[in-house]
């Protein structure tokens, strides 16, 4: 991975009601200097997404009030939020779950605990693609 190309115009979110979790991967992510929103539940993350459309949406499944899987959903129908990449980080990683989210429109799965290298790569292969 190349770590000196500018990422600094996009804006990921990141989606976890852990504070820790949330801490953690803004610290993974902070080598690409992509912009940093934070969502403590779905219905907050859909809120920002709404307004502010990040280029990347990092959610966790396992949330109050919505969970990853129906933020997900509302996500995907959206016609205007649809092509939002949204990556499932989560430490639900069975087979289902994994599947689950790819069918309803997860542009990637990163298992928890997460791997700097996995998380920065996945990352930035869908900042690329914009």
């Given at each position: 991975m190349d770590?000196?190309?500018?990422?600094?115009?996009?804006?990921v979110l990141i989606v976890d009601d852990i504070p820790v979790n949330i801490i953690?991967?803004?610290?993974?992510l902070a080598r690409t200097n992509v912009k940093?929103?934070?969502?403590?539940?779905?219905?907050e993350a859909l809120d920002i997404v709404r307004q502010l459309r990040p280029?990347?949406?990092?959610?966790?499944?396992?949330?109050?009030?919505?969970?990853?899987?129906e933020v997900l959903k509302?996500?995907?129908a959206d016609p205007?939020?649809?092509?939002?990449?949204?990556?499932?980080?989560?430490?639900?990683?069975?087979?289902?779950?994994?599947?689950?989210?790819?069918?309803?429109?997860a542009?990637?799965?990163?298992?928890?605990?997460?791997i700097m290298d996995i998380l920065l790569s996945t990352v930035t292969a869908e900042l690329d693609k914009i």
């Open positions: 770590n000196r190309k500018d990422y600094s115009k996009y804006t953690l991967l803004k610290t993974m940093i929103l934070t969502a403590v539940n779905g219905q280029q990347v949406v990092l959610l966790d499944i396992q949330m109050p009030i919505l969970n990853g899987l509302e996500i995907k205007n939020l649809k092509d939002i990449a949204v990556i499932m980080v989560s430490a639900y990683t069975s087979s289902e779950d994994i599947e689950q989210s790819m069918n309803l429109g542009s990637g799965f990163i298992k928890k605990p997460v």
